[in-house]
């Protein structure tokens, strides 16, 4: 699932391990869901969204819907 | 202007993404110091037995390879780990805890390793760690409660406290193919023994192999 993490994150200019730090979780994990290889649980997923004051469709794009997000 | 932003990022965390190729080294260089250091204890041992003096110019010439390789092992170790030092890659709370808990566990397990060695009597050729050798009753009770009791303890509290979300789906990925392994292999090697085509099912060798199957892909979901 694609998602805008990487760049909410640079212009916090964090690295991913102070995401991580943030978010309670590794690097590692943060590098996944970046990149697109690990898609977050739902409560991760909120947590996020509240971290950066944006709803979870507004980080994260659902590509089967083609991205048409009201 | 977020795309441009994101195409112009070329932050440290970018460069290098999980330093899995020196942490494998890593991984693999302990292992070998721990299994250099069973060949030189099950050396030992064998040449005492047999009454031979280990340190006689043959066995000083033997000691001193098994040395300069855990030499060159340790060496490795040193250097993958100044290489991720020198990547600047930070490291996360949950991280730094993971990793203290790793060494300590794979420390335990080299302790474990060379307590076998030094206490087994393999006559099957195969390393005294993994042979079905008899071992004294101490020695037995004192690796059955490490392993029966604080591996359980340490294990819940690595997967309750420590490990997050991803890593724990690596691991569930992992246990996932090692059962399916173990439910198709143990099976089969079982029946093919019972037509005598193969011999006896080695408990060992299945829980190495199931083993193996996990951290394998547990590594690879994690650091891929």
Redesign the interface.
Known sequence: MKN?L??LR??RNW????L??HL??????V???E?G??D??LP?AFKMARLFGLRIEEIFDDESDGGQHG | M?NL??AQ?T???DAD??NARATIWIMLAALGIVMTGGAIAGYWSEMRSDGGDPLSPPGIIALALFIAIIGGLAYSIWRNAHKIKASG???????KL?NRILVGSGSLGAIIAVILSLSGRAGDGRPDVFSNAPISEPVALLLAFTVGVLLPLVSWYWHKKV?????E?AYRTGTLFAMYAFWIIAPVWWLLWRGGMLPAPDGVALYLMTTFIVVIIWFWK???
């Open positions: 805008r990487k760049v640079a212009m690295s991913q391990a102070e991580g730090d309670d979780v590794s690097r590692q994990a590098n996944a869901i990149t290889k690990y977050p649980s991760l | 977020l932003m994101e990022m932050d440290r965390d993404n999980s890659d930070p490291l996360s709370r949950r991280e993971n490990i997050d979300e991803q890593e789906a994690k650091y891929r």
